[in-house]
Structure formats: structure tokens, C-alpha cells
């Protein structure tokens, strides 16, 4: 099955420590992003990758950091310096640049941090 | 930042009957794309439609694009419960980073069965 892969689905961590969500594609394709999405909102993204190791900083990426060592694996760590952490994290991934074609979703992790 | 704005927000029918989501957007764009989302899953992609495009279709999905007014519109027709879900359109600007896709807050759409 071709797709994309996000673990865990739920997550629970204590304020103040960092937590690395994980995303993996195998759809071969070269773009890669993460976005965050609150409740009742549309998406914001954090962290995009084109290539393997680059990535560049979307909307809210502060308290975020990423990793592209390979072309099928897109990490994510939320650190302690994000503010407001609890939320739903979505990773897609596209063929190539975004505008001209489909995103395709994972399930999502939601995270909780209290 | 939000570029694609839907309206309504909250949406409400009876199954068999016809749904109609806007997005309204502020700048120039290469393409405007709707996704779909079930409550607490990933987004699915429905269609894009580029800027040189009026209208596409899609099964019971029809989507129209007025780039003079930055808006479009997706309409469901002959609506089933299973299309409860929040619609989203997606809108990457002209000019900008192509990678720079911007997420309207989405229509919740309920249909009763």
C-alpha cells in the first residue's frame, strides 16, 4: 500500500519536554510539510521540505524543528520553547511543488501537553 | 496567514439535498484546490482547478472559479450523510513560493439523514 504515515495517533507529554512526532511517505515523493491545525481552524503550516536535507520555515515554526535525512521520513520535534503545543499535527506530502499538485494527508497525531 | 476564506461556516441540509461552499481569496493565485476532512483524520484532496479554469467537474462535485471576484465555489450535489465532513479550499499565490499553499478555516458541512 502506497501512503503516508504518521505515529502516534494520540501523544501525552508534560510540559516542558521536547516530543518528536514521526511522519513517513512512500510515495516517492520529493515535497514534504507539517502543519498544525487548533480546533474549528484551517491549517497553519510550520516546516516544509522540497529536497532531501533542505527545509524551510512556514507561518509558525517557531518552537518547531525538522529533519530530512532521507526522502521518505520528515520528523518533526515540538520543543519546550512552543508555547502552546496541544494541538492536531498534520504531515502531507506532493509530488513536487504544492500549488500544482495534491497534497496527500497522514491521519494525523493529536498531541496533548499538559 | 489565511488566504482562502470559506463562507459558511457551518452548513446544514437534508440528505438529497444540494450543498454550496465559497472560498473567497485576497490575491492573485496559480491554483485553488478543495480538500476534505472527516472529524480528527487527514485531509483528502477533491480537485484543483487551475487559474485558467472555469469550471471542473468530479462525480457529484462541481467546482467553479471567478478569479475577477478571487472566489470559488463547491457544490455537492444530491448530498448522503457520508458527506458530513469540513470542507477546506487551498490557494497558492501568484508570484509567491509555490510551496506557500494557504488553508481557508473550511465549511463544516452536517447532512441529515
Known amino acids: 500500500d502506497g501512503g503516508i504515515t504518521q505515529s502516534p495517533k494520540y501523544l501525552f507529554r508534560k510540559e516542558g519536554q521536547n516530543v518528536t512526532l514521526s511522519c513517513e511517505q512512500n510515495l516517492n515523493h520529493d515535497a514534504m510539510y507539517w502543519y498544525r491545525q487548533d480546533p474549528g481552524q484551517g491549517l497553519r503550516l510550520i516546516y516544509y521540505s522540497q529536497i532531501v536535507n533542505d527545509f524551510q520555515k512556514g507561518d509558525i515554526a517557531e518552537g518547531y524543528s525538522v529533519s530530512r535525512e532521507k526522502k521518505e521520513s520528515f520528523p518533526l520535534t515540538v520543543t519546550s520553547a512552543q508555547k502552546n503545543p496541544t494541538a492536531f499535527y498534520l504531515c502531507?506530502?506532493?509530488?513536487?511543488?504544492?500549488?500544482?499538485?495534491?497534497?496527500?494527508f497522514g491521519p494525523g497525531t493529536r498531541l496533548t501537553v499538559t | 496567514s489565511q488566504q482562502g476564506e470559506e463562507d459558511p461556516q457551518a452548513l446544514s441540509i437534508q440528505e438529497g439535498e444540494n450543498a454550496t461552499m465559497n472560498c473567497s481569496y485576497k490575491t492573485s493565485i496559480n491554483n485553488l484546490q478543495w480538500y476534505r476532512q472527516n472529524s480528527g483524520r487527514g485531509l483528502v484532496h477533491l480537485i484543483l482547478?487551475?487559474?485558467?479554469?472555469r469550471e471542473k467537474h468530479s462525480g457529484r462535485l462541481r467546482v467553479t472559479l471567478d478569479t475577477s471576484k478571487k472566489s470559488s465555489s463547491l457544490l455537492i450535489t444530491a448530498s448522503r450523510a457520508a458527506d458530513t465532513a469540513s470542507y477546506f479550499c487551498a490557494t497558492d499565490a501568484l508570484f509567491f513560493n509555490n510551496n506557500d499553499m494557504r488553508f481557508g478555516a473550511g465549511t463544516r458541512l452536517t447532512v441529515k439523514p
Open positions: 482547478i487551475r487559474s485558467n479554469e
Open positions: 502531507a506530502s506532493s509530488p513536487s511543488l504544492a500549488g500544482s499538485y495534491e497534497q496527500y
